[in-house]
Nanobody, 124 residues
Framework: QVQLVESGGGLVQAGGSLRLSCAASGRTFSPYAMGWFRQAPGKEREFVGA????????FYAGFVKGRFTLSRDNARKTGYLQMNSLKPEDTAVYYC?????????????????WGQGTQVTVSS
């Protein structure tokens, strides 16, 4: 069983930065990928980006446009989402998720474990 615990959300002004963390519990953590999603009020959850755990390869949703960066620390079993140049439209609850097996990883129903979510609010 894997548990994911997120941290790092908060309130930031437009143009600011936040770094979200997603720490995994358990003796070992070697998923195929860690994904990040977000859900704004009244909207469906959407894909933000994903990172393949072994290689560190990343891919992002189009709206990221170079503002967000995914990384991971294998020893700490922790993934990170660095968000820069934040905009009010980035306001949402952000979730990390673990994908245990090889899949495309763009849809939330592909993921096996989820964090509890962390609120990010960007003021204008």
């Amino acid at each position: 069983q894997v548990q994911l615990v997120e941290s790092g959300g908060g309130l930031v002004q437009a143009g600011g930065s936040l770094r979200l963390s997603c720490a995994a519990s358990g003796r070992t953590f070697s998923p195929y990928a860690m994904g990040w999603f977000r859900q704004a009020p009244g909207k469906e959850r959407e894909f933000v980006g994903a990172l393949t755990w072994s290689s560190g390869r990343t891919f992002y949703a189009g709206f990221v446009k170079g503002r967000f960066t995914l990384s991971r620390d294998n020893a700490r079993k922790t993934g990170y989402l660095q968000m820069n140049s934040l905009k009010p439209e980035d306001t949402a609850v952000y979730y990390c998720a673990a994908l245990l097996e090889l899949r495309v990883g763009l849809r939330d129903d592909e993921y096996d474990y989820w964090g509890q979510g962390t609120q990010v609010t960007v003021s204008s």
